[in-house]
């Protein structure tokens, strides 16, 4: 799935800033505020700080894992965040907040 263009079904929500299948960091929360963080991005940055809706989020890059820890940066609780595709994060999340 990951190296081929096609989806095995249609976007709910059209939007062409970026490829359906570009990989994004999906992260909310409860209140639906969203951020779409680019992997590559993040990857390059090591860390990063934005708003999720009225409290700020530290997301950390961990090379050797190849993964990442997000949490909120003043009580160090964690954030869920995900990989996720594009297409479905968009269609969720129609006006989500983008770093790329």
């Known amino acids: 799935y990951y190296t ?3 989806i ?3 976007p709910v929500h ?3 800033r970026f490829a359906l299948q570009d990989i994004f960091i999906g992260i909310r929360d409860q209140e639906r505020n969203a951020v779409a963080i680019d992997k590559d991005t993040l990857r390059n940055k090591k860390e990063m700080q934005f708003m999720l809706g009225d409290q700020e989020v530290t997301i ?3 090379e050797e894992l190849d993964f990442y820890r997000a949490e909120y940066t003043e009580s ?3 954030v869920n965040a995900f990989d996720t595709f594009w297409f479905p994060w968009v269609g969720f999340f129609p006006d989500t907040k983008v770093i790329s």
């Open 8 to 10: 095995m079904f249609e």
């Open 76 to 78: 160090g609780e964690w």
């Open 4 to 6: 081929s263009n096609n």
């Open 14 to 16: 059209e939007d062409d």
């Open 60 to 62: 950390t890059y961990d």
